[in-house]
């Protein structure tokens, strides 16, 4: 289960820097609980979150249905892992 | 025609008339377009698939219902077509804008798909992200 998780990390972290074109960072550079938004985090904004719900539909068949939901979802590469591995149906 | 989403009055209302799917700009000899030299900037290409896009969401996303106005918030992936600039533009001409709006939403954002056509021909493509506000 620990190495599933690992590979689905990995895969969370390339979506976010391929999706968002984060172009100076490896996705390797991300901390799985890193915050994702603010200034003390990876620094991404609304619309970086919007592109994020898209890729989650895209490449794992997961629809994050609000904002309220997406709060929780996308605070974290950990958060995301959990929320993808109890919905995914990719 | 629902213009009231677009917080733009004349002369940066660029569409007008809905279309299926879409919108359509006609070119009016003395129009706004069809001074200087004749040439469609991409920028205002831009915000004319923008404002054809609101006039489309209006109608189809559930986001829309409550706010009282539409804005481009981004723009990413956008092709433009020599031609766009190297062909003049004439009086009769007719833009025809193609909006795809199966691209999903999350809170008041929406990405959508915009082609602007010439004679069948594409000038510019655009993901566009639009923001509803209020």
Redesign the interface.
Known sequence: MSQDNSELKAQIKQLIVERLKLDDIEPGDIGDAQPLFGEDGLGLDSIDALELVLGLEQDFGVRVEDEEVGATVLASVDALTQFVTERRTI | MSFELLPHRHPFRLVDQRADGGAVVRLTAGGPLLRGDRSLPPTYAIEILAEAAIFLVRETAAEAEGATVMYL??ISDATISPTLTTRPLVAGDSLDMRIETT?????R???LHGVMLRDGEPMVEADL?LVAGS
């Open positions: 918030g981004g691209r999903s939403s999350f809170g954002m929406r990405k992200i």
